[in-house]
């Protein structure tokens, strides 16, 4: 330690003799500003990224320099990609003016420090640098200026999700007819079991209370209940329309529609809550919207190889913020289907339809899947063949909003709670639901071929999304 002070005091006498010899006070006055100015990291073809990071001079409330002052910190903000290595950098240091420059580092044994001094043509570990010192044009040491370097790397996977298993079982008796929608700030868990209807909520999906249903239907199809304008909905198969602004009490509401029975709900698109309707003189199907007055309007048939049941549906913004909606395989009255069924407002102020699985083959017959927004993706958790076989490809994600899909990297994506060492069991007819303000994707219950009613819940996170800053 005291040979390291030794040449550090040797390097800035040297300098401060030099600067003397070369100069008097009849010369041009030189610069005494050793401020920083900029750190570049140079290209090196074996650390691809390296030369990605952007420094900038940062005040850090940390910090302390020899004065006992609070410092700036060279910094950059943007981590680099997850583990690139830093032990090798060609870096460039740029200063308002400078005669001498030296890096600070800790040596080799992480006891004791080193000294480098800057030629521009350096190779630096920078898992070992503590700080830069520059002094100034005109040598004046006095005048010195040291910075504290941090290099950040993400430590993370940035593209890995995280999951845990946050409640084993909500519940214990038979119940494969479940739904799970947000509401009012909490869960709420439907299970039907034969005629018998139960309902659970939650505020954060580990803690459930059993509550008592009022004015419900008996053998509901519960994936047909939606939120919208600060109420619940539901369509029962014979037609009638239910709501609840609780989500415990419900009532028989009137649709106003004449010739036209309500078959089931979709989505809430541009402030109106979508569902499809039978009209009683041809028995064809119609798109149906109700406001947030509760009055109704028919709109235009619904094209042939429209679902019926155990579709997928959700409405969100596309990337240019305009409103969307997708409709995603299920039954039609004679077939399971593949469909991607597309819809929003063209220029001419129309809704027009458009079947992706016309130019796009990527997505199998399913049913029971469900999908949701999330970074700027569509993913889709889920799905069953016309045998109750869950699809070989259970989670799945579409970068053009449902033009194609692709298989998740089961690396980055497998859903296992690695402190509980469980891995979740492939399933269909979950509830998934994301909390956009907490990027959280919560998974409920579902069911397979072998178990006919799980209850379990899972909390899962892209890792990037957690960054402060991207």
């Known amino acids: 330690m005291k040979a390291v002070i030794f040449k550090t005091v040797i390097l800035i006498g040297f300098v401060a003799i030099l600067s003397s010899c070369l100069w008097d006070e009849d010369e041009t006055e030189l610069s005494a500003d050793p401020n920083f100015v900029s750190l570049k990291f140079g290209r090196n073809d074996s650390i691809p990224g390296l030369s990605g990071a952007a420094f900038s001079l940062q005040y850090d409330s940390v910090k302390i320099n020899a004065d006992f002052k609070k410092d700036s910190i060279i910094v950059n903000l943007d981590s680099l990609p997850y583990n690139t290595r830093i032990d090798s950098v060609f870096p460039t240091f740029s200063f308002r003016s400078t005669s001498a420059a030296f890096l600070t580092l800790r040596d080799s044994t992480g006891t004791g420090l080193d000294t480098l001094y800057l030629t521009g043509k350096d190779t630096v570990d920078f898992t ?24 950040n790397v993400h430590k993370v996977e940035p593209e890995y999700y995280h999951w845990r298993r946050i409640n084993s079982a909500v519940f214990q008796h038979s119940g494969s007819n479940q739904w799970v929608v947000r509401f009012n700030g909490k869960f709420f868990f439907y299970v039907s079991s034969g005629p018998r209807v139960y309902l659970y909520t939650s505020v954060d999906g580990k803690t459930w209370s059993t509550e008592s249903l009022s004015g419900f239907t008996a053998h509901p199809v519960l994936r047909n209940i939606r939120v919208f304008n600060n109420k619940l909905f539901y369509i029962h198969e014979d037609g009638t329309f239910f709501s609840s602004a609780d989500g415990v009490n419900w009532v028989i509401q009137a649709t106003g529609l004449v010739g036209y029975k309500p078959v089931n709900l979709l989505f809430e698109l541009d402030n109106m809550l979508w569902s499809t309707v039978r009209n009683a003189g041809d028995n064809a199907r119609y798109f149906a919207q109700m406001n947030n007055s509760g009055v109704w309007s028919i709109s235009s048939k619904t094209p042939d190889n429209f679902p019926v049941t155990d579709f997928a549906a959700l409405s969100f913004k596309s990337r240019t913020k305009k409103p969307r ?14 469909t991607v069924w597309s819809v929003e407002k063209n220029v ?32 889709l958790y889920g799905g069953m063949d016309a045998n109750d ?17 692709q298989a998740v990297d089961d690396d980055n994506n497998i859903v296992v709670d690695t402190l509980l060492n469980i891995t979740y069991e492939e399933r269909s007819y979950q509830s998934v639901i994301h909390l956009e303000n907490t990027h959280q994707i919560f998974l409920f219950g579902g069911r397979n071929r072998t178990t006919p009613a799980f209850s379990d819940v899972w909390v899962g996170k892209l890792n990037r999304l957690s960054f402060l800053r991207q």
């Not at 040598?139 to 290099?151: D, H, M, N, P």
């Not at 995603?328 to 593949?338: A, C, D, K, M, V």
């Open 348 to 379: 001419f102020n129309e809704y027009k339809w458009v079947n992706f699985s016309l130019e796009n083959t990527s997505l199998a017959n399913l049913s029971g899947a469900s999908i949701i927004h999330y970074d700027d993706k569509l993913l």
């Open 325 to 338: 909606a997708v409709v995603l395989g299920g039954y039609s009255e004679t077939e399971l289907l593949r």
């Open 128 to 151: 070992r640098v503590i700080s830069v010192t520059n002094i100034p044009q005109n040598g004046k040491t006095e005048l010195a200026r040291t910075y504290y370097i941090k290099v």
């Open 389 to 405: 076989l869950v699809n070989s490809t259970p989670f799945m994600q579409s970068k053009d909003e449902g033009l194609s899909w």
